[in-house]
């Protein structure tokens, strides 16, 4: 089995930064993107930002020029650096491993972190 799991949360002003960590630990031979979810209350889940094992990304047009996502792929953990945080963004953050490949189990698998909680006071 994986574990997913997210740290750097917090409270911080408007106009403030924090950066978020995910690590994916267990018999790990890839993963072929990891992505940050976010989801505020009575709000759906909302893709933040990707990044695959070749470095290629994506972004929500709501973070762009905001938020940098990065990855290191020895460590099997992403970042995401947030800055110019605005209330809106305030939410609990979530890492998704997507295409995970396991030693000695066949397939692919996806999974899920905890989530961390960003609060943004304006």
């Known amino acids: 089995q994986v574990q997913v799991v997210e740290s750097g949360g917090g409270l911080v002003q408007s106009g403030g930064s924090l950066r978020l960590s995910c690590r994916a630990s267990?018999?790990?031979?890839?993963?072929?993107?990891m992505d940050w979810y976010r989801q505020a209350p009575g709000k759906q889940r909302e893709l933040v930002a990707g990044i695959t094992s070749g470095g290629s990304t994506r972004y929500a047009d709501s973070v762009k020029g905001r938020f940098t996502i990065s990855r290191d792929n020895a460590k099997n953990t992403v970042y995401l650096q947030m800055n110019s945080l605005k209330p809106e963004d305030t939410a609990a953050y979530y890492c998704n491993a997507l295409d995970v490949v396991e030693a000695g189990r066949p397939g692919n698998y996806r999974y899920w972190g905890q989530g961390t909680q960003v609060t943004v006071s304006s």
């Open positions: 267990g018999n790990i031979v890839s993963i072929y993107r």
